[in-house]
Structure formats: structure tokens, C-alpha cells
């Protein structure tokens, strides 16, 4: 069982900068580690993921371009560097990860055995 621990999240003003942090219990190697968010009154939705086989990312358009996801497989933590933040962005993010060697569809959240609990970032306008 991969626990999953977020950090990083705040209030923070439209145009600000968060950084969120996941710390993983087990080995992160070899499992794609991703980001999504849920707001009020809203299905979960993908933001952003870090793929173990072929170690490329992809992104939501709404964040591309603005959000970086990075991961430390040597600390077993993967990363979510959020700029030009925007209210619409007001969420809880939750931090997921796949069982190891996993070659699913990386953008469904079905497809992530493991999330961390949340946290919560809220901008304001």
C-alpha cells in the first residue's frame, strides 16, 4: 500500500505562485505520478502527469503552460510547480500514483491505484 502525503497548498492571489510537494511511502520508480483536482460541485478532474516508461509529462490545456510537474524518484517525491495561478484554479489537488510497471491511460483517474488526501489551494481575484 503506496501512501501519498500532499503539501504546499495556501491562499494565494490571481497571478501568484504555489508549489506543491507528494511524498510518497514506497518507491515512486516505475509507477507514472500524477496531479488532479476536484473543485466545489465538480467531477475530479486531470492536471497533470509524470510518466515512469517513457519519462515525459502531459498537461491539461487549461494548465499547460503554465503548471510544471517534476519528480525526485531518488526521494520518492513528485512535484507540481503552479504560476499565473488563476481562481478558476481554486481546487483541492490530490496527488495519485499507479501501481509499478502500469501502461494505462495516464490522463484517467481510474487508472491511479493510489491518492493521497489532498490539499487545498484557493486564489483569489
Known amino acids: 500500500q503506496v501512501q501519498l502525503v500532499e503539501s504546499g497548498g495556501g491562499l494565494v492571489q490571481a497571478g501568484g505562485s504555489l508549489r506543491l510537494s507528494c511524498a510518497a511511502s514506497e518507491r515512486t520508480f516505475r509507477r507514472s505520478m500524477g496531479w488532479f483536482r476536484q473543485a466545489p460541485g465538480k467531477e475530479r478532474e486531470f492536471v497533470a502527469t509524470?510518466?515512469?516508461?517513457?519519462?515525459?509529462?502531459k498537461y491539461a490545456d487549461s494548465v499547460r503552460g503554465r503548471f510544471t510537474i517534476s519528480r525526485d524518484d531518488s526521494k520518492d517525491a513528485v512535484y507540481l510547480q503552479m504560476n499565473s495561478l488563476k481562481p478558476e484554479d481554486t481546487a483541492v489537488y490530490y496527488c495519485?500514483?499507479?501501481?509499478?510497471?502500469?501502461?494505462?491511460?495516464?490522463?484517467?483517474?481510474?487508472?491511479?491505484?493510489?491518492w493521497g488526501q489532498g490539499t487545498q489551494v484557493t486564489v483569489s481575484s
Open positions: 509524470a510518466i515512469w516508461n517513457i519519462g515525459s509529462t
Open positions: 495519485a500514483a499507479t501501481l509499478r510497471d502500469s501502461y494505462t491511460n495516464v490522463i484517467a483517474a481510474q487508472s491511479y491505484r493510489y
